[in-house]
Structure formats: C-alpha cells, structure tokens
C-alpha cells in the first residue's frame, strides 16, 4: 500500500504543481515530465568519455543525446561506473566504442540506448539498467521503486515529494 500522500498534504499538493510545471516547462504533454541531470556532472561524463558521448551536439533527428541525461543526479556514479566499462569493453574486444544516443529514466528505471557495440556492452548495459531499480535517482543511496503519482526509484528521505 502506498502511503506517500497520507498525512503530506503539502506534498501532495506540490508533487501536481512540479508536475505541471515539468510538463509546462518541456511541452512534453505525454511524458508528463524531462528530467535532467545538473550541469556540472553532465559535462563531467561528457568531459572523461567523449567518445561514447560523442554524438551530443548532432541534431535530435539523428541523437537523443542533445537533451544530455534525462534522469536524476543520483544516477550520476551508476552511469559513470557503466561508462567506464563500455569504454573498457571496446578498448578489449578492440571495437569502436558505441555510441549512446539516448539515456533516460522511465518508470523508475535507467533507459541507455547505444548504437554499436558487442554482447559483452549489452549484458554491461542490462546490468546498469537493473541496478538503477535500487539507486534512489536523486541521492545515489539504497532505494526502491515507489509508485505513487508517478514511477520512480527513490530512498526513504527522497519519496516524500518535497524534500
Ligand atoms: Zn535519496
């Protein structure tokens, strides 16, 4: 049962607001919300794998990646983690690095889209998106799916909408 609106009325009531205001803010009507991580972590991805990042100012026809990553900053180590071993990955099977073209998270779970790559960079990416299913997305600690409102992987301090 979930318990997240039950005596949080200022919660309740600012979880619709930031709802709407990510809605109004991205235009995105079906996707209700655009998360995005902060500046300064993005381009530290951006900084230490350009090659895996390197198609982050094609145009959106072609990559995802102009929108940088669409998920919370707890997410930030997990996608750090998982860079590194695609790069490793590469580097050992002596292939070009993939080339990731969308990274996102949907119903509380990592999405990180690639072209390119072998087997060994899929299982390494099945791995992340599954790990991100107990990563709170806003602080990087031990969380877990919580549905309420919207879908999202979160600790007990982050599962209360204002904190
Ligand atoms: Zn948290």
């Not at 707890?74 to 993939?98: C, H, K, N, V």
């Amino acid at each position: 049962m979930n318990m997240m609106f039950v005596g949080d009325p200022h919660g309740s009531y600012q979880h619709i607001i930031t709802a709407v205001q990510e809605m109004t803010d991205t235009g995105a009507g079906c996707e209700v919300r655009r998360r995005a991580m902060n500046r300064e972590l993005t381009e530290k991805l951006y900084h230490d794998f350009p090659e895996l990042y390197r198609s982050r100012n094609k145009p959106i026809t072609v990559s995802l990646m102009c929108f940088g990553f669409e998920c919370g900053d707890g997410w930030f180590q997990l996608l750090y983690d998982l860079s590194t071993d695609l790069m490793r990955i590469s580097t050992e099977a002596a292939i070009e690095p993939p080339e990731v073209v969308q990274v996102k998270e949907k119903f509380g779970c990592l999405r990180y889209y690639v072209d390119g790559g072998n087997d060994d960079t899929e299982h390494r990416i099945d791995q992340a998106e599954a790990a991100s299913e107990h990563i709170c997305e806003v602080c990087g600690q031990a969380g877990e799916i919580r549905s309420g409102g919207w879908i999202q992987t979160l600790c007990e301090e982050h599962r209360r909408p204002h904190s």
